[in-house]
């Protein structure tokens, strides 16, 4: 979501003409887009910002932003108060209004014409949100808090937005909001919402992400299984393996609910690959608990899972003891081995199999599962094509066109 956000902001800029650097000397502006997910992303951004003064102060003229979610928690004046050089604090309950903050600090230029363009996936690949916030109240999470409750974006907005950028030259869609599957706006689903998506032209290839175990249904399912182009990849986080975990967290689902409602996906498209995010040391979590995570890696089958330790937020969880960070730290490094030989597992389990590749270049593109496909040559770049999986090296698959 953050990173969908960023491609908003450098949009509005390239609307006004200017273009994008990474180089901080050339820079007229810098944006710092925070996230304050964990604290270790609050403390990056803060050092991020702080380390900023020193262009400032060579360049008195240039102009920083600060926007997005630790932003909105930390608020405006905070920001300023600690750095008096920071030009714009945008949170991210408003980020849809950057441009208004932009002609603020820059002036009203003419707006010129430029190509959809990405800063972190391949040009190929658009993201096009369709919700904004969240309205569960998962124990440990500060998005509720920092974006605010879930709001849908009208059908018209998503398709009229994935239309540009398919126009501008995508030819893959990925559909964004925390609870993505739990879209609803009018009569539209979730469902139908994706149906239109896919009558749009031009349009190869169709993700999401992320959706909540909460939120598929049968219609869902039906689709999955009739529609090649949504592809063959979930990302489903689950957080935990132990009931008793998941209850303190209020996911509310059960392992065994999680488990069954992958195997049902999996029946509706067979060879679909799913990854997961879990935490790691929520209060009170058990040796037991733990293993139960563990165990639940091999169980799941997930083709690749992001790991993190739990990092307090709110002041709601019911703290119970915390287990320390060397045990965190411990089972952090238990959990990321156990991820890493599956993922060699269901790696070697695709050898021999056909995947559909949208090629990027002449001889690599991503398959519909989200593997990472690499053949000889000949690929047309923004053209899917079928290949047979002759080996997998490291997170990637080798494989020859068909
Ligand atoms: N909405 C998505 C869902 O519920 O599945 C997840 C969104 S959250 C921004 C991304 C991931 O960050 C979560 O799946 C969770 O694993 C992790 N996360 C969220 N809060 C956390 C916390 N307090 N400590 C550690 N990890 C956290
Ligand atoms: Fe946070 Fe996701 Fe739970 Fe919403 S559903 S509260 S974003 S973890």
Redesign the pocket.
Known sequence: MNEADSEDIAAAFRRRGYSLTDDLKKADAVVVNTCT??QRAEDKAISQIGRLRVWKEKKPEGKIFVVGCAAQKLGEKNIKGRFGFVDEVVGAKSIERFEDSLIAQLGPTPESETAHQNLFRSPRTAYVTIMRG?SLG?S????PAVRGPAVFLSPEAVLADAADKLAAGAQEIVLLG??VNSYKHGRTTFSELLKKALALPGLERLRFM?P?PLYFDKAFLELLAAEPRLARYIHL?V?SGSDRILKLMRRGYTRGQYLELIGRLRASAPGLAVST???VGYPGETEKDFEDTLTLVREGRFSLAYC????P?TDKPEMATDIGEAEMEARLEKLLAAVKENSRLVLDERIGKIVEVLFETENYGRSSENFAVRVKAGGTPGKTASVQITGAAKNTLNGKLL
């Open positions: 997910v964990r969240c998962c440990y999470c500060i998005v925390q609870t992320s909540h986080p957080q995010d879990f935490i993190f330790k739990y990092s937020r």
